[in-house]
């Protein structure tokens, strides 16, 4: 993997880090409890690999300096992130398991210095989790955001909230809530939504039951919210009242860019299992490894490992230089998620009847990736929006071209 | 589903039985259960669900009449084995269930009056379960048969066998094993394999670990098991000695359809889950299933299940036609296995975030379903075979036309 | 290929012979110009082909009897159409190419005797040629046929007849034109149309240019036709006043199921050309039949081939039956287009650089089968109606389950 | 297209200057002449665009400042030569078209000065042309190299040459010929070739039939020639003696990106002319490029072609590092080579039957891309030997881990 080769010699470093830190240390543990993080101990688990991971030099590689992250910018989160998605466990060792990892961003560029006192600094740390409360049962907000019935309404210097939320990852145990609520308009209508840092133990915040999910190689699982006359000051805005869909925004892009990232290393591993495997299995009279169809899906893999990593590559550059990256990030999030699917399919197949045991690690990996297709935007909306903004353009071009005659 | 409209009226009605008697009585049983049939409560909801399925003039559809079955042919059993997959336990209650309904087809084929008495009617009757072994752990029969390692000796009258399986559907809490063991030749050579009837109390067989894998609908687990010096007397032979890779066709082929049937209705239930909610959740303004790419999923799974059923008429007219049938058995089952696998997979995309969710059948039909590709030949086994025999023709015509200038 | 053993003897032997006519006669002529029938001898060469159909009993198998054909039903014809399709001169040899085909099946279910006396006979006959004058140039009647612009006014027991025709197959040369124009309603609403029969040399009627496209196998061009104060007599008018829309779908759904049947023969003998290739050439010192990724290609036309077959069979069964088949022709017509090309598109590739070049038939299979995509309705367009007929249905269900409450 | 925010402003300006002359000068010509550019006047042609290329400032971008190109480096090749493919006669224009492009890379890096004042500096400036003869017809050199049988033998200080070549492009007309011949071992082992420089008027040098084949727009045809008692002196050997097979990939690698670069433009003039049409028609009510199975069209083509960019970016860093880049050119060209296939198909299916015609550039554009699935190397062959690497690597991993132990 010579991408490495552009890095410079300091991440190149923290790379060969990770790596040796998630083979060494991490691995184990996820495959002696079948990455099950919920039965191999949850919180007090996530505690004690994340003291490691400080030992080890490689804790929260995307924080800032300042609140005892390295700093990395997205170019250089990239071959990190993918290090430590090589386990399922990797990510929560690191402190970049999703939605903290996001959150982490988010308030590094939208809280104000109080609010990073309070929440980025000790979110930062591992001292606590957090959770991003976006989503709502149907008729709400989902993959059409303009959906949302979450209200804020103002009076006496005091918000109230009211709503209900549904997939709320990380919300048994999080330590705050940083919840988007509507603050104009109406549901259907775009109109404005403000996002609130709300702490967990806030009168009328109410986690409720886990949603059973393909995957489960989340703490704090995938949980309803209801927030029910929950009331907090002013101070609880993030940001500005009404520019909550552009701070999504802000969080979405590379949050879904390092979504991939860690996928992508959950991807590599079943490649790598699986070849490993071909390797060194006979049938039919030849290595398996040998076999046409069988070099067909190890060079698929390979094909799409590649193209993965080259996108993610070109939207990584894009963030970096300040652009909004729309449509770069779009395009990465979806070849991505298809890509990583059939990159674990692959290798599933691969191995026969042993890539559908718990034996091996591929059965899970095949379910935990499958629902990356579907979050933070299925497929189809992503490629929705992407045309949409192609023919946009093609039709305001010839309308441009008409306009000059 | 005018496929009926070519079905003999008593077939007609038992369709439409079946359906009533799985929508009626088995699919809220296996919602309530979460698709768990050991959690579900095992043989005793089987025994349950069986009596049931009697009652409703719906049970052993395919099971010789003078065993109390219906003794329907292939052909007529593919619209009712569709029917009764449409639950997970479907096949179970009707007595279908795989490794059963093959071991029926078998045994009926291929067993001594002396062997159906004691074996074949029990077993019809759902009394007791049975298991097949054959698949052994690497480096013995999997894919390739021809590496079957697991001996059968005779000596003074009897025979002795020796050697582990691996994988054996049904096993814990089977009535009997069907074993293959080789009794003549060495493991890579073709050479001779017999089939033996084992009581499963006879000493030295153990039924090892259920190796836990991603379906989860069969009763018995997959199992590991071993055979340490079992020995039975000369009629525990099942057929002729040395044929046994011969009888493995006889039961395969028809069994890869039946596999075909089943699982074909577990994909029509996802799809009409999908369609269901599609039909009626609304975003972006408009129904979701007036979107176009959402009617480009439910067409693509029309055509799957169109083509699906079109494959398996073909195969089945060829069986109960007498004939081998071993590229339309190949090409039905592999064109099945991805299909269904495809049909399932744009229904769980179709459904969004619920389609990865508990709630729905949607996620654990995924995983159900996926192993298909691999069980009964993988994909790429049957594809090899197809394309010799297609090549090899190819081969001999030229050498014929060459022979006679 | 099995599947004439459901046939009777009688089209057995048709088959038979058609193979052996096609084989023997048409394939060394079409190899000979390289497909292109015009530059082969167009007009003359078809009428000496199709002497020889009739001399070898195989002439027009569709066409009623009592007009000299052989009475074929849909189911029937599939095999022989298939044979006849091996060639790309075959179907015209045998009088079954489009258009013709598909008038001499509308006139016969629609034609009154004196139209069949002065249109049907000669052209089942193979005495004059026809063409079928729907699709416009846009804005007008192509995938939508509600946007049909072309209108025929009556006045004085006359018709006037005024509009642009487009991409009319077989129209330099046809004898006449089966008209379709709007009797009532406006373009964009569906409203009415008729059809007329307008023999060639009726004052007015103007064809254009040849349209180039992909395609070169057909007699007469794709043309443009123009229509200017066209007159013709009530006697012209086929069936009855406003109901074009309806005789267009007796048309279309077998004629669809035709076009199939011929691209599938065209389909085989790409795949047998190619599969004759690999079984006797050599690289990387093995038979590249032999080479794995190869073997994939093969089955997986060995796949698609049945596949079409099998749902041919189903929809042609059901038109037999005097069914609508709106889904099973669409669902065929969809899979056959996409797999027929990808058939090709492997063998192709299978032949490598042979496979691009003039010397074999594979480059020019390739650029004959890829419009069938979007002839007869594109790929789209059928997946939509497929789509809203089973969203409708769940809607529907939904409604009337209600309504009972 | 934000690509170019990474390049220098001296290659920004080149990219937009070749943007201009290329859609300004040539389009024009290429559609004029319905892309045949042996119908457009060949060699004529080509000297009257290089002409205007030089004014335009756009000439030979590629080959060194001392021979008057403008000695870019693969990175900064790759937007300037898309921008040229956007033509099919782009690159002729600009004198980067195969073979002569990557001949004048290969003369710039392995050609002795005397050799380069001969035939670099004419061939960089456009005064001639020239063919690369390395494929045979079978069973010689094709997929495989190692099968190479045209034979050179040495005696009395010159080298006498014997073979048959096919397939080799531009020989019509070509300057001189940089033709491999075997100069040690047996055709099926891998032996020695040396390359050699042979005038095309030198004795012996017979060009025979042009082959016809999909792809029409090269200059001088794809050939079959015949070297017949080609005696050509020490000084036409092209590097050292038996090195020939290496330097053949010094050509290779290079050479299969520029394919891709060139390739990856005209992709992108079919989606260009596919979404403006959906942008601008209307059908069913809607514009077809608001419909959503159009719009999944047109994002996977974006997809594909920001895929494609984002491989070539890497594998030209790659090379430019002066890596072999074996890998990332195989999978660069693989991936291209399916990807522009796709987006073509899909650019012809969204344009309906106007897709398949020649009023439109999107036929001849399909015609002309199929091929580079095959050329280069057919994806079959770059697969394998990704794979061969790749499992290997596996094989040794654990030998040397075994070995440790």
Chains 1, 2, 3, 4 share one sequence.
Not at 1 to 25: D, K, N, Q
Not at 80 to 105: C, M, Q, R, W
Not at 164 to 183: C, H, L, P, S, Y
Not at 330 to 348: G, L, Q, Y
Request: proline share 5%; hydrophobic share 40%.
């Amino acid at each position: 993997m010579p991408i490495e080769l552009s890095y410079s010699p300091e991440v190149t470093a923290l790379i060969e880090r990770t790596r040796e830190f998630v083979h060494g240390e991490i691995l184990p543990v996820e495959d002696r409890h079948g990455g099950d993080i919920a039965a191999a101990g949850g919180d007090t688990l996530r505690v004690r690999m994340q003291r490691a991971a400080k030992q080890a030099g490689v804790f929260a590689p995307h924080a800032p300096v300042e609140y005892g992250g390295l700093g990395l910018n997205m170019s250089d989160r990239a071959p990190v992130f993918e290090a430590a998605g090589y386990s399922l466990f990797g990510p929560t060792a690191l402190n970049i398991a999703a939605p903290d990892e996001g959150n982490v961003h988010l308030l590094a560029h939208i809280a104000s210095p109080e609010q990073q006192a309070r929440y980025l600094a000790p979110l930062a740390a591992g001292d606590i989790r957090s959770a991003f409360a976006m989503t709502e049962p149907a008729p709400g907000a989902g993959s059409d955001p303009s959906a949302l019935r979450t209200r804020a309404a103002r009076s006496g210097g005091e918000w109230r909230i009211d709503g209900q939320k549904w997939f709320i990852t990380g919300a048994d145990g999080a330590g705050f809530f940083i919840v988007m609520a509507r603050t104009s308009g109406e549901p259907g209508s775009r109109g404005g939504a403000t996002m609130f840092l709300v702490p967990a133990d806030t009168p009328g915040v109410r986690v409720g039951r886990h949603i059973g999910t393909l995957d489960r190689a989340m703490i704090g699982g995938h949980c309803e919210v209801e927030f029910t006359d929950v009331t907090v000051p002013d101070s609880a805005v993030l940001g500005e009242v009404d520019r909550g869909f552009d701070y999504a925004q802000v969080r979405l892009g590379p949050a879904r860019m390092t979504h991939v990232m860690r996928w992508l290393g959950a991807a590599c591993r079943a490649h790598d299992v699986a070849v490993d495997l071909v390797a060194h299995r006979e049938g039919f009279g030849q290595r398996l490894g040998d076999l046409g169809m069988i070099q067909k899906m190890v060079a698929d893999n390979e094909i799409d490992i590649a193209a993965t990593r080259a996108l993610l590559v070109r939207a990584c550059w894009e963030l970096d230089e300040g652009l909004r990256a729309s449509d770069s990030t779009s395009i990465a999030k979806t070849f991505a998620a298809e890509a990583i699917f059939r990159i674990v399919d692959r290798s599933v197949q691969m191995a026969g009847a042993r890539g559908v045991c718990e034996d091996l690690p591929l059965a899970r990996l095949s379910r935990e990736v499958r629902p990356f297709r579907i979050y933070d935007g299925p497929s189809e909306v992503h490629r929705w929006a992407i045309a949409k903004r192609r023919v946009g353009a093609a039709k305001r071009a010839d309308a441009e071209s008409s306009g000059r005659k």
